[in-house]
């Protein structure tokens, strides 16, 4: 049976749509024999501080030379630079930083009932930095291929992709079992296998019988895939991450499943009795309150839990910003960029409604809010510490829900993590190498490396002091002047030594959602506010 194991609410948003936009002329330059940046300041991605000027050759697409050319305040001597040939491209970036491609490990391309399609969402992705997207359980798996394959091409303005298939997800090209239920531990390991034949890169789980998941989990490590999982509360009561950690999972999204492993003095969630998991703000008013739950920070059985995940090298994939508009809904909703970036489709279905996915504010107050920000408090707890003690963790946004926009709330959870207490390295680490080293491609992209692929993020402003500059409307500055000015956003991505200008990108990106706009005179207006 289609979708018999996937969370409903996400099948409503993540179901078959026709393209809606037409790609837009191709918007990048390259790629080329040859390619040299000149005169940036290296933030690499593993940990190690800064450095520059450098220059970085890249030839067909591979990095092949990474040169210190002089030191900061002195000039350079272009004598003792990599000699740019006659085929070549020169791209000057002095007084600028560079770093690897961001990748996000939570990244849904588009959704129907959001109206947000793939151009749009690339766009915007590829505008903030991010080359490569895990897309945890898509519209199909036929659909998310063949856009994977485009990106390989180059076909497209798009990151690279990693398809993971939703558990249970079938096409017309993809029924393994006829329609027929995963009702059985042998047809839970025919589906995989034949998910992995098809060319899918993992597999995404939102929770089933313990048997089912076991040898699902089983196969699936046995073929070498990946693995993520979201552990709804329809299934969390018998199967958390410890669980799912023991049987192979290799990472975990959100924290849903990580508090009942963390639970001592209960087995469920301390649920109303009048409680309804279709009511939206049920769901997540009592998810607020589930942290509380858990065992104390740093107690034993809260240490047991952290180190056998640590043991299992385990990847947490946390998405704080995806539910930051549960703590201050305020401040999400009014975020700058929705005015010029967000799709009016997009933004009728953050307003509160009963159907929506995440679109859970029938009466969100103060009370909820408050609840939420003691949450946030543990949950950061326990991921800093996991990092703290070697634990990988990687950056994920999980967009269009919950008033998050598709690459500026991946800059947002750069930011989390720095709340979270992330030294700015170690943030940059997990948007980059981490995310690397979970898909199995560190030897690829991650990290600027002699032999590895030309994914850079150039920006002018630097990153690890100011996180905002990478946003794509940049960091408020005050100048000496007295002049209030904007700075920053990101100036290039590359992606498989192809230069694209990020602001162009974003400009494509305002000019979609103006002609969307057009089309009905539609203004955006907060929710209960009459036009």
């Not at 849904?108 to 109206?115: S, T, Y």
């Not at 100048?479 to 956003?489: K, L, P, Q």
Request: overall charge negative; glycine content about 8%.
């Amino acid at each position: 049976m289609k979708f018999r194991l996937l969370n409903l609410f996400f099948i409503l948003s993540l179901v078959s749509l026709s393209n809606g936009y037409s790609q837009n002329e191709i918007s990048g330059e390259g790629p080329f024999n040859q390619l040299i940046i000149r005169g940036v300041t290296l933030i690499n991605g593993d940990g190690s501080p800064p450095r520059g000027p450098i220059d970085i050759v890249v030839e067909n697409n591979i990095i092949t030379k990474i040169q210190v050319v002089g030191y900061p305040g002195v000039k350079i001597k272009e004598d003792d630079r990599p000699k740019l040939k006659s085929s070549g491209k020169e791209l000057d970036a002095n007084g600028m930083y560079l770093l690897p491609g961001f990748i996000d490990m939570h990244g849904h391309i588009g959704g129907v009932a959001q109206g947000a399609n793939w151009d749009y969402v690339f766009k915007l992705w590829m505008a903030h930095g991010i080359t490569s997207v895990r897309e945890p359980s898509g519209r199909s798996i036929d659909w998310t291929l063949d856009l994977k394959k485009k990106s390989e091409r180059n076909e497209i303005v798009a990151p690279r992709v990693f398809a993971y298939t939703g558990f249970g997800q079938t096409t017309k090209e993809f029924n393994p079992l006829n329609d027929a239920p995963i009702s059985t531990p042998e047809a839970a390991r025919e589906w995989v296998r034949a998910n992995a034949k098809h060319g899918a890169d993992g597999i995404k789980f939102f929770g089933a019988e313990p048997e089912i998941m076991a040898a699902a989990l089983d196969e699936n490590k046995k073929l070498g895939l990946g693995s993520a999982c979201h552990h709804a509360q329809l299934s969390v009561a018998r199967w958390n991450v410890l669980h799912s950690a023991r049987a192979g999972l290799t990472s975990m999204e959100h924290w849903y499943g990580l508090p009942e492993a963390l639970f001592e003095d209960r087995t469920v969630q301390n649920y109303p009795l009048d409680y309804n998991y279709q009511n939206e703000q049920h769901r997540f008013e009592e998810a607020g309150k589930l942290w509380q739950q858990a065992a104390k920070p740093f107690s034993e059985h809260w240490n047991a839990v952290m180190n056998e995940l640590l043991d299992l090298d385990f990847t947490l994939d946390p998405t704080f910003n995806i539910y930051e508009a549960s703590r201050d809904l305020h401040r999400a909703r009014r975020a700058e960029w929705h005015e010029d970036y967000t799709l009016p489709s997009l933004w009728k279905f953050y307003e509160p409604s009963k159907v929506s996915h995440g679109s859970y504010w029938h009466y969100w107050g103060t009370e909820q809010e408050i609840e939420w920000k003691k949450n946030y408090q543990l949950w950061m707890t326990f991921i800093n510490e996991y990092k703290n003690r070697g634990g990988r963790v990687t950056t994920g946004s999980d967009s269009g829900f919950i008033y998050q926009l598709y690459g500026f709330a991946y800059i947002r959870e750069l930011e989390l993590l720095r709340e979270a207490g992330f030294h700015p390295l170690e943030v940059i680490r997990a948007a980059t190498l981490n995310g690397a080293e979970a898909l199995g491609w560190d030897d690829k992209i991650g990290s600027i490396q002699i032999g590895k692929l030309a994914d850079f993020v150039i920006v002018e402003e630097n990153p690890l002091k100011n996180l905002k500059v990478l946003y794509g409307t940049g960091a408020i500055k005050l100048t000496d002047a007295n002049e209030v000015v904007r700075v920053g956003g990101v100036k290039y991505t590359i992606k498989d030594g192809i230069i694209y200008d990020a602001k162009r990108l974003l400009a494509e990106v305002k000019d979609m959602v103006d002609a969307e706009k057009s089309k009905t005179n539609w203004k955006l207006s907060q929710p209960g506010v009459k036009n």
